[in-house]
């Protein structure tokens, strides 16, 4: 048994690998949809709505994998929507605003405007919609917005993310001279702490508050290392062949400013809470 888990997730490496080697390259609108004609966009889904049912273990490869292949990193949709969904609805509402979702990865996001599609946060009664081709689907009930918004999350989306900013930190700051690595190596041993809570399924809020701080932490520090002319988009000069610099920087860094930021507060409440529980028993 052990050995048939062993290749299993030996040859789920070699998939994803195989994937991200092929399609790296590609524009994040792009890159998803081949994650997803792959079957490899569900990343923690249950099987009944079309995830892999990966185990941690199997989470943690495809997001070490994706990273290394600096991909594209997940955005807020799946991080924080799809958990959102899965978590508050039911039945047929949850499969069909779960593929609208993924058909709208990059348009939709979790915001303020009543009028915009995507994931309504109605800040007035602290309630949550999809607003889908102008039809509202509350997701749960009113007045619990921000506790949903602490409470349901992918940590494994949350992990892909700051992972792709700890790699993209590490290879920036041995290239350019007089970098200072040490803010790097913190955050890989950071992260290798949270990797272990991870596997082991404990603690879960404590998790993505790490991760938030984390790819927080490594937006910074890519910003600072590629500077204001890095983070400027310059359009090639005509029959020039000098490669735009820093593509997959400049990527990741839009891809986190584009993000809702979790409630770094409310999770630390509920991290505290979870805390005083488990001394109660």
């Not at 600096?70 to 799946?78: A, G, R, S, Y």
């Not at 047929?92 to 996001?109: I, M, P, V, Y």
């Not at 009113?142 to 700890?166: D, N, R, T």
Request: glycine share 6%; hydrophobic share 35%.
């Amino acid at each position: 048994m052990r050995n048939k888990q062993k290749q299993a997730y030996k040859d789920l490496e070699e998939e994803i690998r195989s994937f991200c080697a092929l399609h790296n390259s590609l524009e994040p609108s792009a890159f998803f949809k081949e994650m997803e004609r792959a079957s490899l966009l569900r990343l923690d889904w249950p099987e009944e709505l079309g995830g892999r049912g990966l185990g941690r273990q199997g989470q943690l490869i495809a997001i070490k994998a994706l990273a290394e292949y600096e991909c594209p990193i997940f955005p807020d949709t799946l991080s924080l929507g799809a958990p959102l969904i899965i978590n508050l609805k039911s039945g047929e509402d949850r499969a069909f605003l779960l593929e609208s979702l993924t058909k709208n990865l990059l348009t939709w996001r979790i915001h303020s405007d009543p009028d915009d599609e995507g994931i309504f946060w109605d800040q007035r009664d602290s309630s949550l919609y999809v607003i889908d081709k102008r039809e509202k689907y509350q997701l749960g009930e009113a007045g619990l917005a921000e506790e949903y918004l602490a409470k349901y999350f992918s940590i494994g989306c949350l992990l892909q993310q700051w992972l792709s900013g700890i790699l993209l930190s590490k290879k920036l700051s041995q290239t350019i001279k007089g970098s200072d690595e040490n803010e790097v190596t913190e955050e890989e041993i950071n992260f290798r702490a949270v990797e272990k809570l991870f596997l082991a399924s404990e603690n879960e809020s404590l998790q993505a508050l790490r991760a938030n701080s984390g790819k927080t932490k490594t937006h910074q520090i890519i910003t600072r290392l590629i500077g204001y002319e890095g983070l400027i988009k310059k359009s090639e000069e005509s029959g020039s062949n000098e490669p735009v610099k820093f593509i997959k920087e400049r990527l990741f860094l839009e891809g986190i400013e584009s993000q809702i930021s979790l409630n770094e507060d409310l999770i630390k409440d509920r991290v505290y809470k979870e805390a005083l529980d488990t001394d109660e028993r």
